[in-house]
């Protein structure tokens, strides 16, 4: 049966725990129809284009 043979340090501890907790921000890319930011492979928010077809009414904003 394999065991430590040393004790682990809190930091080393922490570091190992700590990957578990990475948040990455989203990919946004330039919208084709109206360069807006948005998510790829998903309806634009603001003009509702998916590659070149009008799929949803675009959002009125004020």
């Known amino acids: 049966m394999a ?3 040393r004790r682990k340090s809190r930091s080393k501890r922490d570091m ?3 990957n578990h907790d990475k948040v990455t921000a989203p990919n946004l890319i330039a919208c084709p129809k ?3 930011p948005c ?3 998903r309806v ?3 003009c509702g284009h998916y590659k070149g077809v009008q799929v ?3 959002s009125v904003a004020s």
Do not use: G, M
């Open 3 to 5: 065991v430590p043979k």
């Open 16 to 18: 190992r725990r700590a």
């Open 39 to 41: 998510l790829p492979h």
């Open 56 to 58: 949803k009414a675009a």
């Open 44 to 46: 634009c928010p603001s």
């Open 34 to 36: 109206c360069a807006e």
